[in-house]
């Protein structure tokens, strides 16, 4: 598993009650941090990222069952990943939790959003 930061119980609680935009947010910063972002095997209508593997494995029951956290590289993510994901019209559900929508938006919005977080790291 690639190396992730630090990730307390309060933190997980606390961030886990942010709205939907604000874990958006959340997501950006800690995905160019880190420059992994994390995901389960693709759902039924959305493939859903997060900035965390226990983010990840928290939300792997339902559609996402039986899957595993996998670290994907962000700089892969958003060259390669993200506009093969445009070219077939997959969207992205952005940090959900369990029992919530997480922010669903399309791979260009994403890739242009990590674009401008990793820029602020660079």
């Given amino acids: 598993m690639s190396e992730t930061y630090a990730l307390s119980e ?7 009650r942010l ?3 604000e874990r958006f ?5 800690r995905v ?3 420059e992994t972002v994390w995901g389960l095997s693709e759902g039924n209508s ?23 956290p996998a670290a994907i590289d962000v700089h892969e993510f958003v060259a390669e990943w993200l506009p093969a994901m445009a ?14 929508r997480g922010v669903i938006v399309s791979a260009t919005e994403l ?12």
């Fill in 32 to 34: 160019a941090d880190w």
């Fill in 111 to 122: 890739a242009a959003a990590l674009r401008q977080a990793l820029a602020q790291y660079e």
């Fill in 10 to 16: 309060q933190e997980f609680d606390a961030v886990s």
């Fill in 25 to 29: 947010a959340h997501l950006l910063k």
């Fill in 46 to 68: 959305s493939f859903p990222v997060w900035p965390h593997p226990r983010y990840a494995a928290a939300c792997a029951d339902r559609e996402w069952a039986g899957n595993a």
């Fill in 87 to 100: 070219s077939d019209n997959v969207s992205l559900a952005v940090f959900p939790t369990p029992g919530l």
């Fill in 19 to 21: 709205s939907g935009r």
